[in-house]
């Protein structure tokens, strides 16, 4: 109640423009699909798997920090998340665990082995999709225990294609494919909502003086 009177209020320092922009957005945005990155350490990698997700209409990407912690507080710093949100953890278990609870198949990606290819990918229930590190990938362990292994297929003489290259691949087939599926994919009401406030207070100058003006009045 509180929140959608504060919504409303800030409602009022968005441009037409502004509004029409997020509407926009919203509608294509996902929570079908999620991203998450194993102790991926170059941040230009990061922050390209970040821009990935919000240009392909992924809501929540999952940032695991088990052996290099701390690596996106910079990117976080530059702004690069504003419009998609972050989810950190400092190990692979904790993680799993929370996305296996909102009901996600883990599936993992690598260059080898027996894989299906993004076209091939069961897309019917919830996703969220493992990338590795820039030198090893994911575990062998983890890939074998997955519910499933996307390969982007590859003919050259190199061993595997860039992260963030093939997070845009998998993430731009995938949504594809999910939109003109029957797949119900939406965001609902509720996730909306809630999206739009946590952006009206990124991006409103002064927006916590606002909301604080607006509850003592
Ligand atoms: C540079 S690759 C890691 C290479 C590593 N030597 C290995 O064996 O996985 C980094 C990550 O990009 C993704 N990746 C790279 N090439 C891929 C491909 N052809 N298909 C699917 N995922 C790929 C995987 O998530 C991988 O863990």
Redesign the pocket.
Known sequence: MMDESISNYLEEYLTPRRKSLFDKVLAERTNHLTLVTQDVYQLHNTSAVVRSCDVFGIQNIHVIEEKFPRRIDKEIAMGAQKWVSINRYNSTAACMENLKKNGYRIVA????GNAVTPEEFDLTSPAAIF????????PQEMIEQADAC???P?VGFT?????SV?AAIILHSLTQRLKHSQISWRLSDEEKFRIRLEWMKKTIKNSDQIIERFLKS
């Open positions: 990606t690598s260059p080898h990338f590795g590190t820039e030198k090893d990938g994911l996307i390969k982007i590859m061993e595997s294609l860039n992260i093939s």
